[in-house]
């Protein structure tokens, strides 16, 4: 047994999870009338319902007492303090540092990281402010009218999602495209309907080493040139958002042409750094820097609230009581805003990539569940597709309706309908309803629902709900006992990838790997030597 579940506030809720079980959410409601009062709550603009949760106040005063116990205070402290808590790679985390509008200090080896962020957000705006007022002109003379990030993982997911997510604050006079996958049909999709005298192309890499970028960056500097510009055109229509100055250099991009960030900004917490750049080109300086103090007032309930009022830690542990005490092996998003429709994509890497992992920060396998699924689709579209499962499915499916109470259009009916139908969903989920002579029309309710409210979709309400979600996935790291900030589970499969690029490369069929692996290798192989002969 772990130090976890031996743990006597494991064990007191593993006791109090025995006897809640034999109620029901819909008994919680009947008992208290008042209780959406008692379990719900405001932060920074973001209001959460988490009353349709199996949850009494025993309940969430036992998980504080387990957050307490793993020492989710202390290492809140710890990673606003710029400690090195991302252990394996020996770096502090501090996507925080890049929300800090207010000059507060923030210490990495001695160094006040503050300034540094201020100088490359004051370097984004001129460039930004260039690019949409027409004055940053391609090598022709003509004004920027399309932007193509090239960029995987966290240097594509976050700027996407948000660039979805603010579709009504964009520019109209600029269109975003965002190339991620190293299939070329990504790359040449865009490429074959822009023009090169009006394109920019933002190459994001934090590292600038990655095999898919780098691939798709030289497709788009050997397009680029195959037009009419020549060598110097480039500083015109590249830039580079990295940690890396020499590979952008080597590359060919003037370094005078990079926006910088730091090692303690890990890629899938990039978006609010420079990696943020299509988003300042799309929705202005003035907006990305209101989704910043979005989300930096979420970091300020989070390091100040205790934990029994903390919004990120109240849904980081209503997670754990579904995952750890009641089997869910997954968690449903479900944004009733289309503009949303890239969130769940995006908190996909965000938790799994965080905490998908199974060795604790002392080396230790867990004895318990880590990360759940993460996975989702707007409403109502999923209402008509998999919510049958969430209804009536032996799988118990934890889900976060996210919903906005003002529209980002005129039609006022379609709003109604789509938020009628949000609140109905949660309700039937909650309440289920009972056929007695008709058992597959009965349902057993009792699933568990959030339901997060914002105002309005605009830039400080995303950078709040974003940064809300930061710190539950942080929170729940902390319980595991796992580091949320590596991603060593991506690395083998880059390194077999090389050498198998290079197999593919060769003329002889390879017998190195295992039977399955050579022959599809040899396969791959030979009807790519009988395609090219035919097409001879
Ligand atoms: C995120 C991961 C990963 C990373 C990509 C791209 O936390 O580290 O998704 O963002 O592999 O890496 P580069 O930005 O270095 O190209």
Not at 142 to 169: F, H, Q, W
Not at 366 to 376: F, K, L
Request: hydrophobic fraction near 45%; proline fraction near 4%; charge should be negative.
């Amino acid at each position: 047994m772990s130090n976890l579940t031996h743990s006597s506030a494991w064990r007191a809720l593993a006791e109090h999870r025995d006897s809640i079980a034999r109620t029901s959410i819909r008994e919680l409601f009947a008992r208290n009338r008042e209780r959406v009062k008692r379990f719900s709550q405001e932060a920074a603009g973001v209001y959460v319902d988490y009353s349709r949760n199996l949850i009494t106040d025993d309940t969430l005063a036992l998980l504080t007492a387990l957050a307490r116990q793993a020492g989710v205070e202390e290492r809140r402290r710890a990673m606003f303090a710029g400690e090195r808590i991302n252990v394996t790679e020996d770096r502090p985390v501090l996507h925080v540092a890049l929300r800090e509008r207010a000059g507060t200090p923030i210490l990495v080896d001695g160094e006040d990281v503050v300034p540094k962020v201020s100088a490359v957000l004051a370097r984004m705006r001129r460039f930004t402010d260039a690019v949409r007022e027409g004055a940053w002109r391609g090598y022709t003379g003509r004004a920027i009218t399309d932007v193509v990030n090239i960029g995987i993982g966290g240097s594509d997911l976050g700027p996407r999602m948000v660039c979805e997510a603010l579709k009504p604050y964009g520019s109209k006079a600029l269109t975003m495209h965002f190339v991620s996958n190293v299939d070329g049909a990504d790359i040449a999709e865009v490429l074959q309907a822009a023009d090169p005298e009006t394109t920019l192309f933002v190459i994001s890499s934090k590292t600038f080493t990655t095999r898919e970028t780098l691939l798709n960056a030289h497709t788009a500097r050997a397009w680029f040139l195959g037009s009419d510009a020549a060598e110097p055109a480039i500083a015109k229509h590249f830039v580079a958002v990295s940690t890396n100055a020499d590979a952008v250099t080597a590359f060919g991009i003037d370094p005078g042409n990079m926006f910088e960030f730091w090692d303690w900004v890990g890629g899938r917490y990039s978006l609010w750094s420079a990696i943020g750049l299509p988003i300042a080109l799309y929705v202005g300086m003035d907006a990305f820097e209101t989704l910043l103090a979005g989300a930096h007032a979420m970091d300020r309930h989070f390091a100040e609230a205790p934990l029994e009022q903390n919004l990120p830690a109240l849904l980081a542990l209503i997670g754990i009581w579904h995952t750890n005490f009641f089997g869910a092996a997954s968690h449903l998003i479900a944004p009733y805003d289309r503009y949303l429709h890239r969130l769940p994509a995006y908190l996909q890497q965000l938790d799994m990539e965080s905490n998908g992992k199974s060795v604790t920060l002392c080396g230790e396998r867990v004895d318990y569940a880590t990360g759940p699924v993460i996975w989702g689709e707007p409403g109502t579209n999923g209402q008509h597709a998999f919510f049958q499962l969430l209804h009536q499915g032996s799988a118990l499916i934890p889900a976060d309706f996210i919903a906005c109470m003002q529209p980002q259009h005129a039609l006022d009916t379609h709003h109604k309908v789509l938020l009628a139908n949000c609140f109905a969903q949660t309700e039937a989920l909650m309440n289920g309803s009972h056929a007695p002579d008709a058992p597959h029309r009965s349902f057993d309710g009792n699933r568990p629902t959030n339901t997060i409210c914002l105002e309005k979709l605009d830039p400080a309400s995303l950078g709040a709900l974003l940064a809300l979600y930061e710190h539950k996935v942080f929170v729940q790291g902390v319980i595991w006992n796992i580091n949320s900030f590596d991603q060593w589970g991506v690395e083998l499969g880059k390194r077999l990838a090389v050498t198998i690029e290079d197999e593919i490369a060769r003329p002889e069929p390879v017998s190195a790997h295992d039977s399955s692996t050579n022959g599809l290798i040899n396969r791959f192989k030979a009807r790519r030597n009988v395609h090219a002969e035919s097409t001879d």
